[in-house]
Nanobody, 129 residues
């Protein structure tokens, strides 16, 4: 089975930094991790799911929502089957549960949550003011 597990969430003060990781495993999928686009999605209290960033399989193409552009950096290590999200200059409004997800179509990097078939359980990020 495909398995995604996030880690790295924590309580940090505004202006601080965190690095989230997403370890991917699973027969068949693991062997094709480098072919799979990946994304990060967050869920803030009282809000809907918000796609925030995506990266293609090679790691050469990335995209972000405007509110995190310049503060967050998505990356991946295909040798380690791991996805990352470096978050700098954190704000209280970044408080959310952060999920990594993989699309059912290998190359999809768009914001539609229904296109992502594989999800981790999430990791909590709390930014204090």
């Amino acid at each position: 089975d495909v398995r995604l597990v996030e880690s790295g969430g924590d309580l940090v003060p505004a202006g601080g930094s965190l690095r989230l990781s997403c370890a991917v495993s699973g027969f068949g999928f693991t062997g094709r991790f480098s072919e799979h686009a990946m994304c990060w999605v967050r869920h803030a209290p009282g809000e809907g799911l918000e796609w925030i960033s995506a990266i293609d399989g090679s790691g050469s193409k990335t995209s972000y929502i405007e509110s995190v552009r310049g503060r967050f950096t998505i990356s991946r290590d295909n040798a380690k089957n791991t996805l990352y999200l470096q978050m700098d200059s954190l704000r209280p409004e970044d408080t959310a549960v952060y999920f990594c997800a993989a699309p059912s179509t290998y190359s999809y990097t768009g914001p539609s949550a229904v296109r992502y078939a594989y999800w981790g359980p999430g990791t909590q990020v709390t930014v204090s003011s």
